[in-house]
């Protein structure tokens, strides 16, 4: 190896590491909380690592979850990433997620690497990217579903030119099964096939202008990945047989049979799902883009007006590149919008639960087309600074480039936990949910070791609900709940638990459109503070909260816990077992135990 190419390995190496570096650093605040830390809990604490932690108590037992609204089919609580139930397998919440979240971060920053570097070659601008690409605040309880994307193309990328054939095609069936077939993986599967089919028609052509000696090597670039492909699509649908089997009409109805879907406006859908993405999918992409569409744009002007092709043949693999991830993402915008539209819901609402399924998770591929794009408009940028170095359009652009990186990864530390994490490290009352607080954790201790004192019975044998908190927490401690966030749960057993909410949906037309409508909390919900799950220990109570106890005691219903007084209680028959609630100093939660009196379910009859 000459002495270039060492110093060459030695700076790519030496980039690699300070990307990895800044990553691991993002990760240390939250370690060090523990149960303290902060994390987005919505579609994330209140639902999927409850899923988590239940699959992996019933691993590889039975077809139903116990604790689970009433006793719900596994089908009704699906992990988005199915081989992550294994480090939950030690019942330790917390420290599940930590490991969700250090994976996620360290395989986006690795595969993002990799690609940009495999397209950029400039190894700062790869560790650059990567770098703010493991910084987009993605939920760590879809595992590698977002993250692991850039390492899925590489790997692709690999098997098309026949090198790392073993490492690619474990990396895939390790992506495979922590990732989701329906959040992600059906864009995934449709994106490969569309990609295949292009690859043999374009193969077709030229051998038809183009007398080629064939030796077999052609083929082996499309038969790799075409056998991934086939990989892929066998691997998801042995995990989701279960799933498909309820979509193909085997087995109960879904409550998703019952959605009121609405139409959002076209354009305005278009327009925000190009420039910022969907749900779950923001990545701060815009001011990275822009100055990269500049250069871009710059680059084909220029070359153009000197009527010469493009400076050589790398700049014009950048600018392919960026026209395919530019083509890629308005397809992901445009499907999106329209699936949303008014057009789109027409459609939707005879395709009964298929009507329920969510197209616009296409844009959760988005993030990873949007970042090599990037990189690509940066090195092209980059190569024009290094040719002209006194230019001053080039240093302006060089300029717009860094603020560009800056901005974006500003941004991204902004709105991610990162920020919360360090401020309740300097500040431990800095006033954020955090983990702890979320699962009520030593307060539904307290009423788990104060219920088995008073009736000498496990949590197996009785059955409860939760008003103003969470039912995430009470899973979370083991209890056996009857109600529950789940986007798949029997259309029967809605129409049941709706008999226990009926006196307070009839007094909120919110509340009935939100339940009838979609239900997939459900929740004991109240008129007095329509919209919030969780209340916190602040001196609020019910005036008058009305529920169905006849209803819910033929559930199963033994205890209600409530984060506040209810002044009325005893005429909903319900007998409050102790005036002094469940408390910490620092809890969030004040719990108030009610059991539901059958003396008094019994009068009503």
Known sequence: MTADRLRQEKYNKVWFWLGLLAVTATLIPCMLLGEDAVFTYHDQLDGELIAYLLQARHLFRGSTIP?????????????????????????????GLMILLAAGKLVGYIGMYLLCKETVRESWVAAAVGTLYALIPFLPVYGLSQFGIPLLFWCVLQLGKRRRIELSFLYIALYTGCSSLVLVGFGLLGMGLVLLIWEVWKRKAVE???????????GSSVALPAGAWFMMLFLYAAENFRLLKQVAGVGEVSHKAEYVLGGSPFFPALLRNFMLGGQHSLDGHIWLCAVSSLAALICLLRSKAVKEPLSDACEAVLLRTMGFCLGWNGFFSLAAALWSSAAGVSLRGRLSALGAFQLDRLLWIAPCLWYLFAACGIAMIWRRLRERKKAVGGICMGLLAAAALCLTGAKLLLDSDVKSNVQKLRNPDYKMFSFRDYYAIG???????????????????????????????????????LDGYSNNYS?????????ILLPELEKSDYLKEYFDGWGNRCYLFSSECPGYYTIEKNGFFFQNYQLDAEALREMGGNYLFSAAYIMNAEEQGLILMREEPFETADSYYRIFVYEVDPDAVRAER
């Open 67 to 95: 604790e689970f609204m009433g006793g719900m089919a596994k089908t009704a609580l699906v992990p988005p990433a199915p081989l992550a139930v294994a480090v939950f397998l030690g019942s330790n919440g917390c420290r």
């Open 208 to 218: 038809k202008r183009v007398e080629t000696k064939r030796d077999g090597t052609e």
């Open 443 to 481: 307060v539904m201790d307290q009423v788990e070791e104060f219920l088995y004192r008073e009736t000498g019975q496990e949590q197996e044998a009785y059955r409860v609900v939760s008003l103003g908190i969470d039912p995430a927490a009470a899973l979370y401690h083991g209890f056996y709940c």
């Open 491 to 499: 259309l029967e057993y809605k129409h049941a638990f709706r008999r």
